[in-house]
Every structure is written in structure tokens, then in C-alpha cells.
């Protein structure tokens, strides 16, 4: 069993910046690709940035591009999303996602179906 708990979230204005954690409770951490997703009132999930198990392909959505960084620290199982100048579009529920597939790269924009255990998000919140 996989346990991914987020944490970072909070309310900030237009142009903060935030850095939410991703701790994932999984063996060979360091095998696993890593995705942040988000999911804003009334709209589908999608995907914002992941990384490969390597740390050395990442990928991100055209909205975040040059304002979001994805990366991840093996030592400490841990996965993070750092966000700059937050507009009030980025507002959503942020979900962290493992993907089990051992020695994934995402080279390309990888799917939901690709990622197995999610945590339960966390809160995004950008004033105007």
C-alpha cells in the first residue's frame, strides 16, 4: 500500500508564491514518476508538471510553464511543486500522484491512467 499526502496549500494573492510537498509512503521511491495534477470548481483534473524517475525529464502544462518547477528529493521520498507568480487561474485543488511503473520518464505529457496512488489534495487558493 502506497500512502501520498500532500501539504503546502494555503490562500495567497496574485503574484506569491507557494511550494507544496508531496510525501509518499513507497518502496523504491526513487524507481517511481511523479505528477502533480489539479482540479478547479467545475472543471476536469489535469495535469500540471511531473517528473521522471530520474529526476532528469519533467514536463509541464503550457498554463505553468516558467512559473511552476517540479522536483523531487529520493532521500526523503518526497516530491515538490514550487509555484511562482500565482494568478488567481491557478486556484484548484492540487492532487500528488505516484506512478508504479518502475524507471517511467516523461518525455511526454504522461496520462492519468499512468499514475496509481493519489493523495487526497490540497487546497490552492489565489486572490485577485
Known amino acids: 500500500q502506497v500512502h501520498v499526502v500532500e501539504s503546502g496549500g494555503g490562500l495567497v494573492r496574485t503574484g506569491d508564491s507557494l511550494r507544496l510537498s508531496c510525501a509518499a509512503s513507497?518502496?523504491?521511491?526513487?524507481?517511481?514518476?511523479m505528477g502533480w495534477f489539479r482540479q478547479a470548481p467545475g472543471k476536469k483534473r489535469e495535469l500540471v508538471a511531473a517528473?521522471?524517475?530520474?529526476?532528469?525529464?519533467?514536463y509541464y502544462s503550457d498554463s505553468v510553464k516558467g512559473r511552476f518547477t517540479i522536483s523531487r528529493e529520493v532521500a526523503e521520498n518526497t516530491a515538490y511543486l514550487q509555484m511562482n507568480i500565482l494568478k488567481p487561474e491557478d486556484t484548484a485543488i492540487y492532487y500528488c500522484?505516484?506512478?508504479?511503473?518502475?524507471?517511467?520518464?516523461?518525455?511526454?505529457?504522461?496520462?492519468?491512467?499512468?499514475?496509481?496512488?493519489w493523495g487526497q489534495g490540497t487546497q490552492v487558493t489565489v486572490s485577485s
Open positions: 517528473i521522471g524517475w530520474s529526476g532528469s525529464t519533467t
Open positions: 513507497a518502496p523504491s521511491f526513487n524507481t517511481y514518476a
Open positions: 500522484a505516484v506512478a508504479l511503473l518502475a524507471y517511467m520518464e516523461v518525455n511526454t505529457e504522461p496520462t492519468e491512467d499512468e499514475f496509481d496512488y
